[in-house]
């Protein structure tokens, strides 16, 4: 083999290694989260450095602490390559083991250089250290590799037990031939070294580099299978849109059954374009906040779905860049059915605090009243009981006449509380029927009768024998009747009550109640059929009034399919209109 230049070669490895060492910082810098990564740089590093103390050599001063350096770095960087390797794949080297055997190949040969010269034990043991590293490392990558690094890691090993081979063969060399040793020597074996040195470094250093691309892209790859995967079966709507106009790049499963817009319908069209945004000034809102790097996370917002309907949606977005373009990923929760059930949550809620408050007011209501009533018929027994025999007939007679009404009116009042209590709790039952309006008004005037001639109230009713109602019988009696006792409390003696019905049209029937009585104000007027308000007033004849009767007429009549409205001027009376279904 012809002679070569050792220092040269020396020198041209020392400025790949240099290269190498550079190449593998930029990929530590730039995949640092994978383990391994750093141990490949001290591995560069450090046969960078034992290869320049191999052109040390020279230096007489300097020759053997050159040697030692020089072996010691070299076949500790296959150690820190062996260490690194392992990390990679996820293993943990025998710490023990390896660097036991890293000492005992410092103290041979030290011991072969201090104090036994003998380049060529030191070749022997330097060549036996490198096999025995190169192996470790070649076998722990076909043993512990896996599918992410499989080529790459096959490479390697592949290189490496190539590698061994060569340093087995210089070993059976160097035991044939005691003479030869030294660094310089032109040997085939020792030349060999340094080409296949050299080649080691470039292929090891591409190796690993490649090795961690590999597992990258494989990462990268498992990467976006879970993300499409997840993006696929997630219960919520996710899509991808571009930030600049909403042009729509992808879209899952969910969005689709939850939408209504197939993919066909939606990809490379703009969410606007679609008409997915309820309000489209809400985009604009999403898009400022995610281009001030502001969160838009959790926003109940409103969509519009394919069919027209609306789409109540917990919304959330995040900015993601595609290629170096500004794109955002939102999910959207389908909340429709859960602020339904909020909303006739709040509505159940707010009406029985409504009939709690009612409630409440009704008994502030009537308790007074109550209270007078049997105030007033006990006080009268009270005074027949302890001193009837000081009172004349003609006085027993009077106490008797207002106990009647006291009882008349307490009767009245329980009756109509009896019967909107029963209402108000949703039991009344309602058949409907096809009545008469004058019978009906025949059988209520007689009801009343005893009252109004009390007063001596003419009734006067206008009720056509052809006109029929579609009403149950026991609430337009209710109506009819409360209309007429309002209407008698309120007219002075020797009044008139008119009771009149009409066609109103085909499908409607009017009936009106109308007295020369006191009539009412404005304010009592639009107040008449609030339980909260306060319209109690004396009759003509100072009787007792809560109001209830009429509440009860109003809601009797509004379940009837009816309406009822008021006309009055105080000191002209009042007229009541109620329209019913015809039958």
Request: proline fraction near 2%.
């Amino acid at each position: 083999m012809a002679n070569l230049d050792i220092s040269s070669v020396a020198k041209l490895i020392i400025i790949l290694h240099i290269l190498q060492v550079v190449g593998l910082l930029i990929q530590f810098l730039l995949n640092r989260d994978y383990k391994g990564n750093g141990w490949w740089l001290l591995w560069s590093i450090s046969i960078a450095a034992g290869v320049i103390f191999l052109s040390l050599r020279s230096i007489p001063w300097l020759t053997l602490h050159a040697i030692f350096l020089q072996n010691s770095l070299i076949l500790l960087g296959i150690v820190f390559m062996y260490t690194g390797i392992m990390r990679f794949l996820g293993r943990k080297e025998n710490s023990l083991l390896l660097y036991s055997g890293y000492l005992v190949y410092e103290i041979l040969m030290f011991y072969f250089l201090y104090f036994e010269d003998s380049s060529h034990a030191r070749s022997i043991i330097f060549a036996a250290g490198m096999m025995i590293a190169t192996f470790l490392t070649g076998y722990s990558l076909i043993r512990y590799k896996d599918k992410s690094v499989i080529f790459s890691a096959n490479f390697l090993s592949s290189f490496m037990l190539l590698y061994v081979s060569f340093y087995i063969i210089r070993l059976i060399y160097l035991f044939k031939n005691p003479d030869l040793g030294s660094y310089m020597s032109q040997d085939w074996t020792t030349v060999l070294q340094y080409i296949l040195g050299l080649i080691a470094g470039l292929l090891y250093t591409f190796g690993l580099i490649f090795m961690v691309n590999q597992k990258l892209h494989f990462d990268m790859k498992a990467a976006k299978e879970h993300f499409e995967t997840v993006f696929n079966l997630s219960p919520d709507a996710v899509l991808i849109t571009r930030l600049s106009d909403g042009n729509i790049i992808d879209i899952n499963h969910a969005f689709t059954a939850i939408t209504g817009f197939t993919r066909e319908v939606s990809i490379n069209r703009k969410t606007t374009d679609l008409g997915l945004w309820k309000d489209e000034s809400l985009r604009k809102n999403m898009v400022n906040a995610l281009s001030g790097n502001l969160p838009y996370i959790n926003q109940e917002l409103e969509f519009q779905k394919s069919d027209g309907t609306t789409l109540k949606g917990l919304f959330s977005t995040s900015l993601i860049y595609l290629k170096g373009v500004p794109h955002t990923i939102s999910v959207t929760k389908d909340i429709t059915e859960r602020v339904e059930a909020e909303n006739k949550l709040r509505q159940k809620k707010e009406e029985l605090e409504a009939a709690n408050s009612e409630k409440d007011r009704l008994f502030s209501v009537i308790s007074h009243d109550l209270k007078n009533s049997f105030n007033i018929f006990l006080g009268y027994t009270d005074i027949l009981f302890q001193d009837i025999d000081k009172f004349n007939r003609q006085e027993i007679n009077t106490m008797a006449k207002n106990m009647n009404v006291a009882a008349r009116n307490l009767y009245k009042l329980l009756e109509n509380l009896l019967e909107w209590s029963v209402f108000r709790r949703g039991l009344t039952k309602i058949n409907p029927e096809s009545l008469s309006l004058y019978r009906l008004a025949e059988e209520t005037v007689d009801h009343v009768h005893a009252a109004a001639q009390e007063k001596n109230i003419r009734i006067e009713t206008r009720m056509p024998h052809d006109i029929f109602v579609m009403a149950d019988r026991a609430m337009a009696g209710v109506i009819l009747r409360n209309l007429l006792i309002n209407a008698i409390k309120f007219t002075q003696r020797n009044g008139v009550i008119d009771i009149s019905s009409y066609r109103a049209d085909s499908r409607r029937i009017s009936i009106t109640v109308q007295d020369n009585g006191i009539g009412m104000s404005e304010e009592v007027r639009r107040s008449l059929f609030n339980i909260g308000s306060d319209t109690k007033r004396r009759g003509t004849d100072n009787e007792p009034s809560s109001g209830l009767g009429l509440i009860l007429v109003n809601e009797y009549v509004t379940k009837l399919g009816g309406t009822i409205s008021v006309e009055s001027e105080e000191g002209k009376g009042s007229r009541f209109t109620v329209i019913l279904p015809s039958s």
